[in-house]
């Protein structure tokens, strides 16, 4: 597709479950990036992907997050033991350069009950 | 740490009047995005501004940069009721490796 593509689009899931969210990025692009957003926080970084590399993990909230990228595409961002606090929109990246700009998703509206 | 302050958070303005939404940040940067969110809908980018001086122009929605100022403005001119959303600034702090940091967004509402 043209655009950068998440799922699922919503998901409830009960506190304590593991979640699974997933992103697809533009074809091409090499920068990938998680974001959050919620009404407290606003809109708050979470990692950065560039192509194969490694990932700084520096900027997920807690050690029960953790995140992904197969063959410098595919990104899944994976909450263990989810928590009521983690119930927000997961919004996604994409960017060929950082003079190109960010191409966003859809994003996922994660809900913990 | 980079600070992103937006100004005002909340904009309720009449069709036809000009305004503007300003943006400071806190540290050297030459890399501003100014984004549009529709309720409910992910991020549309609006604006990649570059370099100081930068300016940018689409329909009635003008953004420009001062990096000495450490300032963005977002001019609205003749506003109508379909620019109605939030709009975020963001700033990169350099090499892309600590993403974007948002200001908190200005809600504006253009009423008839």
């Known amino acids: 597709g043209a655009g950068v593509s998440q799922s699922p689009s919503n998901k409830v899931t009960e506190k304590g479950k593991d979640v699974e969210l997933r992103c697809d990025p533009i074809s091409g692009h090499t920068a990938l990036y998680w974001y959050r957003q919620s009404l407290g926080q606003g809109l708050e970084f979470l990692i950065y992907f560039q192509g194969n590399s490694a990932p700084d993990k520096s900027g997920l909230p807690s050690d029960r997050f953790s995140a992904e990228r197969t063959g410098g595409s595919v990104s899944t961002l994976t909450i263990q033991r989810t928590q009521q606090e983690d119930s927000a929109v997961y919004l996604c990246a994409s960017s060929v350069g950082r003079l190109d700009g960010y191409t966003f998703g859809s994003g996922t509206r994660l809900t913990v009950v | 740490e980079l600070k992103v302050e937006q100004n005002p958070l909340f904009l309720s303005m009449q069709e036809g009047k000009n305004y503007t939404i300003y943006c400071n940040y806190s540290?050297?940067?030459?890399?501003l995005y100014w984004y549009r969110q529709d309720p409910g809908k992910s991020l549309e980018s609006l604006f990649v501004l570059l370099s100081n001086g930068a300016v940018k122009q689409e329909g009635r929605l003008m953004a420009s940069l001062d990096t000495k100022a450490r300032l963005s403005t977002l001019h609205i001119t003749a506003a109508v009721h379909d620019l109605s959303a939030t709009y975020f600034c963001a700033v990169d702090s350099g090499g892309g490796a600590d993403g974007l940091t948002f200001g908190k967004g200005t809600h504006l509402i253009i009423q008839p």
């Open positions: 540290t050297t940067s030459d890399r």
